[in-house]
């Protein structure tokens, strides 16, 4: 509403849509409330993808909503409260261990609550550098370029001892025991090949928890005449 409080022909109503009636042009919502319209544009956002593996959602949040982070927050402090009661040091050690596998602008943010709070934080993404989309995005939001939020987030995470970033790495397969299998192309990408450096390097990455945060996906959202004139999926 504060966004849009110049706009003097728009509303906003807070409500769960039950039901749309593309030939009568109205919508119905739960509380019985119908909305007629000329032109209707259907914008149901994006939702975290597990591609495929919705099964992988209890044990690796995402950060898509507000529910996520109050999550992510939660299992920070429960991770420290087991690693308090927990005699045997490697045990430990992955109790206060988080693995973010992803680096765009929703691992970065999931990474940095995560290391606040004091635990170690591994991130690994597939690119030649963090960011994501913050790389390439143009776009300002409340006045700052998306390179300016990548230069603070990452400004704060390389400043933080219990963050490490792993670019050009791939994590393949999460086994059992919380224990991940990742890969570093350390020199896969140069042309003069250092002897005394490894091509490859493995990771074994042992951590009680995972953030996911390798991309999202359009909500589903599928109704009889979604595809006729006057209505538009965005």
Known sequence: RNIFRKQPNLTTLLGEVVHIDPAAHQVLLRDGMVLGY???IVAAGATHSYFGHDDWAPHAPGLKTLEDAFEIRRRVLLAFES????????RRAAWLTFVVIGA?????????????????VIVADEGFEPGGSLLTETAESDGRTPGAVLEDLLGELHALPNVQILSRTVVFGWYDGNVFGAVERVQKHVSAIDPHRPVERMWRIAARHALLA????????????????GVMMA
């Open 38 to 40: 000329e032109h209707l």
């Open 83 to 90: 690693a308090e009661k927990e005699p045997d040091p490697d």
């Open 104 to 120: 765009g602008p929703t691992g970065l943010a999931a990474a940095l609550t995560a290391a606040r709070s004091g635990a170690r």
């Open 214 to 229: 390798s991309g999202a996906e359009e909500r589903p959202l599928v109704f009889g005449g979604n595809d006729i004139p």
